[in-house]
């Protein structure tokens, strides 16, 4: 093992892809000139001169574009700055990328990335603090996927740009200076499968991205109570992986779904909706969620931090479903 | 409507009798498979919406030309003409269209999302303004490959008013992209004229502020297509950069078929197709250079309607879809291995 940052970590699947494959290429706005806003991109230009390009702002063409290369022989990756920016280019996610294999009954693969960082960082206010996994849940065709750390972050990026099919990869902000433990060999974080961060027998606590790190610290706050938490990390948010957190479920009895994005519409809704679907007989109690307050996020720190779900929220809702007092 | 020509060097006197003729026999085709279509939508045979190229076929037959197979293209919602000049199969279209296994999207698609990616033809496309950046993207992997592949993006007037128009222009100027960008003006955009909807009279005219080479030729004269596409895609091919091509038609039929077209006359419609019929004007030409006689012509008409003709029983004959079909397709992998896919 060795450590190194998230940041690193997208850089070395990058690295390692583009080295693999001729027809890998990324583009974006301010990648390299400015290495990406959070140096994600740093060095990557000089190592494969024209293979990565910086674009005008132009999100409907990054986006589409990506489209067009994919089916044409090469496996883009684009880079959209901010997941908010997103929405610029929602025709060409939804109707375009999303629609295209199945529309022209399977006739071509569309292996592409679109490299999304989300989330809630430094007062970046409304339109540079969202995540918005929420928007694209209702979309058949996309693949979307969200690394918790940088072991996660480099395998699944690297098993993005194989899929053969339109893969989001949202990367939370907050993440990208933050260090862990990768393997030091290849490898691979298979798309479609969640992991077990934390075992635990008595609330399964099912999040991903950011959160996942908040739900392990109160997770261990929560063991000192003598509450037994399970910490479920989805990694791939579609296809969402239920077996994980069925089985969870069906050990705990309880069910907490914490995520960054607002709760109304979030994919909390579906996850519950899914275990009560799949598990309603083993529920002890309501299925939770945790979330951001249904809110722009605001600028204002005071404001920021009221509407995000903090950790307090999260062992409040863990209490709750235990009956606790809290 | 008065515009600019720009005198391309006539690179189709230099074609084949073989080919010139070939150029005639490709708008036929499309004609007859347009035509037996308007009639199966109109006897409810066919689903859905249909939007013909009746009228317009000589800018298909002009650009496509000047394709292989291993060039792409961008299409639009009125796409019949496009695939047919690319090299689509007849009969395969109408099993599409008629929502067959055997149709190019094995019934998913129909009409606007008529598509065969093995020939280059990257697909029509039900949002107006859908196929530039699709377009952009097939040039980009152009360049990545550096391989000499061209992409020729087709779109109406209408849909030079939209956004993507701006920004796929732009980048495909500024990387110097091997994309034609060819413009069907037919003056129509659904009940909505041209001349009320876009700020210049002339389309090409927008390319100048893309730093691009724009011109209009007149889109119903299949020899100045075939010329001005000549000379366009050569540059691209060469690594010139992309280039607008507005080609000036007239929508003959209605939007869709079926459309009661309340905002014209039939006078209006009547004079285009009686004095501006693209295949007549060719035919004509041809005759009197001595390239085509009416025996030749009439059994040309012949063939394309038993093309067409086959295709239909072809398309009759072929079975429809199992409804678990609707699971196939999504994705890559099958949908047993990520069921909640199709949850």
Known sequence: ?326 | MPFQKKEFPDKFAALSKEDKVGLLRTMVRIRAFESRVEELFLNRRIPGFVHLYIGEEAIASGVMANLSKNDWITSTHRGHGHAIAKGAQIHRMMAELFGKTTGYCKGKGGSMHIADFSVGMLGANGVVGGGYNIAVGAGMSSMIKKTDQVAVCFFGDGASNRGTFHEAMNIASVWKLPVIFVNENNQWASTTPTSFATSVARIADRAKGYGMEGYTVDGNNVIEVYNAAAALVEAARKGKGPALLECLTYRIKGHYVGDPEKYRTKEEVQKHFTENDPIIRYADWMKGKGLIDDAALATMKAEAEKEVADGEKFAEDSPLPEKEDAYNDLFSFSPSEFPEVVK
């Open chain 1, 1 to 326: 093992m060795k450590t190194i940052t998230f940041s690193q970590a997208t850089l070395e699947a990058m690295r390692e892809e583009m080295q693999r494959d001729p027809t890998v290429f990324v583009y974006g706005e301010d990648i390299v000139r400015q290495g990406g806003i959070f140096g994600q991109f740093k060095g990557l230009p000089e190592e494969f001169p024209g293979r990565v390009r910086d674009v005008p702002i132009s999100e409907t063409m990054i986006v589409g574009a990506a489209l067009g290369a994919a089916l044409t022989g090469t496996r883009p990756v684009a880079d959209m700055h901010f997941a908010d920016f997103i929405g610029v280019a929602f025709d060409e996610l939804v109707n375009q990328i999303a629609k295209n294999r199945y529309m022209f009954g399977g006739q071509a693969n569309i292996p592409l990335v679109i490299r999304a960082p989300d989330g809630i960082i430094n007062s970046a206010a409304a339109q540079h603090s969202q995540s918005v996994e929420g928007w694209v849940q209702n979309i058949p065709g996309l693949i979307v996927v969200a690394p918790s750390s940088p072991a996660t972050a480099k395998g699944l990026l690297k098993s993005s740009i194989r899929q053969n099919d339109p893969v989001i990869f949202f990367e939370h902000k907050v993440l990208y200076p933050q260090k862990g433990p990768v393997p030091e060999e290849e490898y691979l974080t298979p798309i479609g499968r969640a992991e077990v961060r934390k075992p635990g027998k008595d609330v399964t606590i099912v999040t991903y991205s950011i959160m996942v790190q908040k739900c392990e610290e109160a997770a261990m706050e929560l063991e000192k109570e003598g509450i037994s938490v399970e910490v479920i990390d989805l990694l791939t948010l579609k296809p969402l992986d239920m077996q994980t957190v069925v089985d969870s479920v069906k050990k705990t009895h309880r069910c907490v779904i914490v995520h960054e994005a607002v709760v109304t519409g979030g994919l909390g809704a579906e996850i519950a909706s899914q275990v009560q679907e799949k598990a309603f007989f083993y529920l002890d109690a309501p299925v939770m969620r945790v979330g951001a307050k249904n809110l722009p996020i605001a600028f204002s720190s005071v404001l920021e931090k009221f509407i995000a779900a903090n950790q307090d929220d999260i062992k409040r809702a863990v209490r709750s479903v235990l009956y606790r007092e809290g």
